[in-house]
């Protein structure tokens, strides 16, 4: 087991785990939204006098219970959950700096799954009139006629397309 861990602040853990994210292929954009969420937690303990080192299952659920308070989705606080499980999985089983990993055994955020929103025939005929460019009908037309999804749509190389077999290579 790793000593020193009271010398080291929970950023300086937080910086070095992003890292090995990082050099894991992590993309910035989610190591960003991890730091984001951990450095939260970190002011949170803070602010609570609790030390890392002291966290326990009851200290998550009580994090987990004050976002709750604070009126936050189910998906914001699944995400932050998330985080913290990856974050002291690193701890425990990667760096062997805590002993027992205090968010094993909690169980994730129930999101309620929404059903998709779909545009009527009449809005996306508003979309086509909108389009000042024949490119950008076809698009219009493209993600409606197909359910593209943006990145798909943002992916998609002229020879990814078959006029003649009027098909897109997705």
Same mark, same amino acid.
């Given at each position: 087991?790793?000593?020193?861990?009271?010398?080291?602040?929970?950023?300086?853990?937080?910086?070095?785990?992003?890292?090995?994210?990082?050099? %894991?292929?992590?993309?910035?954009?989610?190591?960003?939204?991890?730091?984001?969420?951990?450095?939260?937690? #970190?002011?949170?303990?803070?602010?609570? #006098?609790?030390?890392?080192?002291?966290?326990?299952?009851?200290?998550?659920?009580? %994090?987990?219970?004050?976002?709750?308070?604070?009126?936050?989705?189910?998906?914001?606080?699944?995400?932050?959950?998330?985080?913290?499980?990856?974050?002291?999985?690193?701890? &425990?089983?990667?760096?062997?700096?805590?002993?027992?990993?205090?968010?094993?055994?909690?169980?994730?955020?129930?999101?309620?799954?929404?059903?998709?929103?779909?545009?009527?025939?009449?809005?996306?005929?508003?979309?086509?009139?909108?389009?000042?460019?024949?490119?950008?009908?076809?698009?219009?037309?493209?993600?409606? #006629?197909?359910?593209?999804?943006?990145?798909?749509?943002?992916?998609?190389?002229?020879?990814?397309?078959?006029?003649? #077999?009027?098909?897109?290579? &997705?």
């Amino acid at each position: 087991m790793e000593s020193g861990l009271t010398t080291r602040p929970i950023a300086a853990l937080v910086e070095e785990y992003l890292s090995e994210l990082l050099n %894991h292929g992590v993309s910035e954009s989610t190591a960003k939204a991890y730091q984001d969420r951990l450095r939260y937690f #970190g002011d949170w303990l803070s602010s609570t #006098g609790i030390r890392l080192e002291a966290v326990t299952r009851d200290t998550i659920q009580q %994090h987990l219970s004050d976002l709750r308070v604070q009126k936050y989705s189910a998906k914001y606080i699944s995400v932050r959950l998330s985080a913290l499980k990856c974050f002291f999985g690193w701890l &425990v089983h990667d760096k062997e700096i805590l002993a027992k990993d205090p968010a094993a055994r909690i169980r994730s955020v129930r999101v309620p799954r929404r059903i998709p929103r779909f545009l009527e025939e009449a809005e996306v005929e508003i979309f086509v009139a909108a389009a000042a460019t024949s490119r950008e009908r076809v698009i219009v037309e493209l993600v409606y #006629g197909s359910g593209f999804r943006s990145a798909e749509l943002l992916e998609l190389d002229v020879e990814d397309l078959s006029l003649a #077999g009027a098909e897109a290579l &997705v």
